[in-house]
DNA sequence: CTCCCGTCCTGTGGGC
DNA sequence: TGCCCACAGGACGGGA
């Protein structure tokens, strides 16, 4: 268990659907096996109208149509994309133009995914969207601002799951990228100095680079559009490296919750 | 406004 | 061996 689609992941899942759906034509999008409601919303609204590109925001992927409106994917835990019907747990069938893997699939056995279709830049039923932090990958992700959004007097751990100082991060990057600048997750981030930021803001991109690099990491349930597992878990410190010893200084890693998520670092790195 | 906690969802794995 | 239940967590909504 304890994988879920970040930043890399969802990158790595964008790099494929791109050659596969830009400028197809949706002729047909309906729910499967999943209820009615807002992670479902108005799919028939894309009926008709062409993808005119594959694009990502942190952990969501965007697809402007060619209608005005946006189709917006979020794998959640357990969303996996295909060109081929799963076995189970189908939610979304979408129909497309043309004779070659002309039928996409979302499979989600949690259904913490959604896969719906709004006006574009209708941000109402995606708050989260809305009040996203910088892409850590993009220019606009730098020390000064990143120091400057970290206002928080929650824990850093949970303020960088807010997707609020900075968008795309998960609990498995959170991890990586505190055990790698040292800082011990339940440190205010308010209290985080301005050197601290800055080599945070470093190794946060460093490792989402690395794990793009490596096609994501790969615990369980994630695989890319043709079902090969990301290389990254080989890569971890510090995420399901509990009661291993640190990769630096040999000191068993520890595991603790905050913001009801497992929580993994070094007690003799990661000081408070 | 911020912060905190409950909720959703189901396969898996650890314990007995 | 087989059964049971705690566990995993991203985003969101509601209450303080």
């Known amino acids: 268990m304890g994988r879920m689609p970040e930043l890399p992941e969802v990158e790595t899942v964008r790099r494929e659907l791109d ?27 894309a009926d008709g109208q062409r993808i005119e590109a594959v694009t990502r925001r942190g952990k969501f992927l965007l697809l402007p149509l060619s209608g005005g409106d946006e189709l917006v994917i979020h794998l959640g835990m357990t969303g996996i994309v295909s060109y081929t019907k799963p076995a ?29 279709v709004l006006p574009r830049g209708d941000r ?30 929650s824990a850093i751990k949970t303020s960088l799951l807010s997707q609020r100082p900075v968008a795309g991060l998960g609990n498995i990057y959170i991890d990586e990228a505190l055990w790698r600048a040292r800082i011990h997750p ?16 470093d190794v946060i991109v460093e490792v989402l680079l690395a794990s793009i690099a490596a096609q994501g990491t790969t ?17 971890l410190d510090a995420y399901g490296h509990d009661g291993d010893p640190c990769s630096r200084c040999g000191r068993t890693i520890s595991k603790i919750v905050v913001g009801a998520r497992g929580t993994h670092f070094c007690p003799s790195c990661q000081r408070r």
């Open 19 to 45: 050659p596969w759906l830009t400028r197809r034509t949706i002729v047909r999008a309906r729910r499967a096996d999943a209820p009615a409601g807002p992670k479902y919303a108005h799919l028939e609204r």
């Open 88 to 116: 189970g747990h189908l939610r979304v069938v979408v129909q497309l133009s043309g004779k070659r893997k002309s039928t996409l699939y979302f499979r989600d056995v949690r259904r913490f995914g959604r896969f719906l």
């Open 124 to 153: 109402g039923l995606l708050p989260s969207l809305r009040q996203m932090g910088p892409e850590p990958l993009s220019e606009a992700f730098d020390a000064a601002s990143f120091h400057a959004a970290l206002t928080s007097s």
């Open 186 to 201: 339940l440190t205010p981030a308010k209290k985080i100095s301005r050197n601290k930021a800055a080599q945070l803001r």
């Open 219 to 235: 615990i369980n349930d994630y695989r890319t559009v043709d079902g090969q597992v990301g290389a990254f878990v080989e890569q």
